[in-house]
């Protein structure tokens, strides 16, 4: 019992400083300190980051704890650290946003850690029960944050969308657990939804058409939560409408989650009927391709800095898709371990390049979203922040020597060794197109003039 709860401690640290949080910010009722005055709230929350990412950081031993319910492994260990860290950052830069939105902090603090909790139960998730669980906690916490601007409409029709895409996502993927519940009885003769369980059973036996149909609506319902296509229409007006470092939450901490569980479920379901078909192979292949073209694309004509981010994450998806597809030709450590150091750089590079926009709204005393050409001549007039945002654009391009350009490599890397030659070249073209927008915003920072006077 004494290992069951130190596997959950990293969970649990999180969830007791959301409850500690929730209840000191309306411990003075009517009276309680205004949103300037919580600071030490903030502080408990970064503390609580700070040691559920060190214990996660330190994990050294794999286990499977509460009959396996709970996985301990280096998969839960790496993306847990990537969410936790994202959490930390995004509510590095929320505090100087609250503030001068005159929004409640410590509500705030609550529901990014509350969301946070369910990331890590995605991540640890040994079954299916527990990982819809983590995703609705995960969920609808957000579904809260992305609509904390509670006088713009904007931020409220965000909110809503994301509501009721989440909901059908959510409702997609329960279904298919339920498919794979009794595809696995039909198997073994003994129902069940635990990973074990449920790899056991397709093991000794080909999946069923309802199984099958099971797997795709469960990867369906994930597919959702990373934003990849089709099912990506909800990131945009999302992204737009939700406070900056919701947006930076969600752009990172979600996705990071997100394919955990995905990798996971792909492991018991797929995988563990031995290699798959070229067909198979395919299909993933052809997700990552329209879901980085689409990404790109799109992204080229966007005017807002927000919404052009919004696709952009949705390419970034489909570069990791290119190593979920390389994993699936040729199942080994190389290919997740590209995923995630890939996602870890992208964590660092997305919060980043959306800190520097909540510096310049500020700077630009606006409390609207910014567009592209509010950004001119802002790089000579802010050169700190030029100088970083050029940085974060430049990683996320993958321009080498960048991380980006690193994380890129190490999945394409393992993309050409599974025989996945074809497959690189596109996701090489697309990143190509992916660096003009990029490139796009240095150029107006530093090559146009200033429009509005910087305090």
């Not at 996971?264 to 078909?277: A, E, H, M, N, Y």
């Not at 080994?332 to 590209?338: K, L, V």
Request: proline share 3%.
């Amino acid at each position: 019992m004494l290992n069951e709860i130190i596997a959950i401690t990293p969970l649990t640290v999180v969830a007791i400083a959301a409850a500690l949080v929730l209840l000191l910010s309306v411990a003075g009722g009517e009276n309680r300190p205004a949103p300037t005055h919580v600071s030490h709230l903030a502080f408990l929350a970064l503390i609580a980051l700070s040691f559920s990412g060190w214990l996660l950081w330190k994990h050294e031993s794999d286990a499977a704890v509460f009959n396996g319910r709970v996985l301990l492994d280096g998969i839960s260990s790496v993306f847990g650290f990537i969410s936790v860290v994202g959490a930390a950052l995004s509510l590095l830069f929320a505090i100087a946003y609250l503030k001068e939105h005159d929004l409640a902090v410590g509500e705030f603090i609550g529901l990014l850690l509350l969301s946070t909790v369910g990331m890590l139960v995605v991540i640890t998730a040994g079954d299916l029960l527990n990982l819809f669980i983590g995703i609705e906690t995960m969920s609808l916490a957000i579904y809260v944050l992305a609509g904390y601007l509670r006088h713009s409409k904007l931020s409220q029709e965000a909110a809503m969308k994301y509501f009721l895409y989440g909901a059908f996502a959510s409702a997609f993927a329960l279904f298919g657990i339920a498919l794979l519940y009794g595809e696995c009885g039909r198997i073994s003769g003994e129902a069940s939804i635990t990973y074990a369980n449920i790899s056991s059973a397709f093991k000794s036996a080909q999946p069923g058409l309802l199984g099958w149909i099971g797997i795709s609506m469960v990867i369906g319902g994930l597919g959702f939560k990373v934003a990849a296509v089709p099912f990506h229409m909800w990131a945009p007006d999302v992204y737009e409408g939700s406070p900056t470092p919701v947006s930076a939450f969600m752009a990172v901490g979600v996705k990071a989650a997100s394919f955990a569980a995905l990798i996971r479920f792909v492991d018991i379901t797929i995988l563990s009927q031995g290699k798959p078909g070229e067909s198979l192979i395919q299909a993933f292949e052809l997700l990552a391709i329209i879901t980085m073209l689409t990404g790109n694309l799109i992204a080229i004509r966007q005017t807002q800095i927000k919404r052009m981010l919004a696709y952009s994450s949705i390419a970034h998806a489909g570069y990791i898709f290119v190593g979920l597809s390389a994993w699936l030709a040729q199942p080994s450590h190389e290919a997740i371990s590209g995923i995630a150091y890939y996602l870890c750089g992208y964590t660092f590079m997305t919060v980043g390049a959306f800190g520097v926009l909540i510096a310049l709204e500020h700077r630009g005393q606006t409390k609207r979203n910014l567009a592209m050409d509010d950004l001119s001549g802002y790089g000579t007039a802010q050169p700190f922040l030029g100088i970083c945002m050029s940085i974060f654009m430049l990683g996320l391009a993958g321009i080498p020597p960048s991380v980006g350009f690193f994380g890129k490599l190490a999945m394409f890397g393992a993309a050409v060794d599974a025989g996945r030659t074809p497959l690189v070249i596109i996701a090489v073209l697309a990143s190509a197109v992916g660096a003009y927008y990029y490139l796009r915003i240095i150029v107006v920072m530093f090559m146009q003039p200033l429009q509005k006077k910087v305090q």
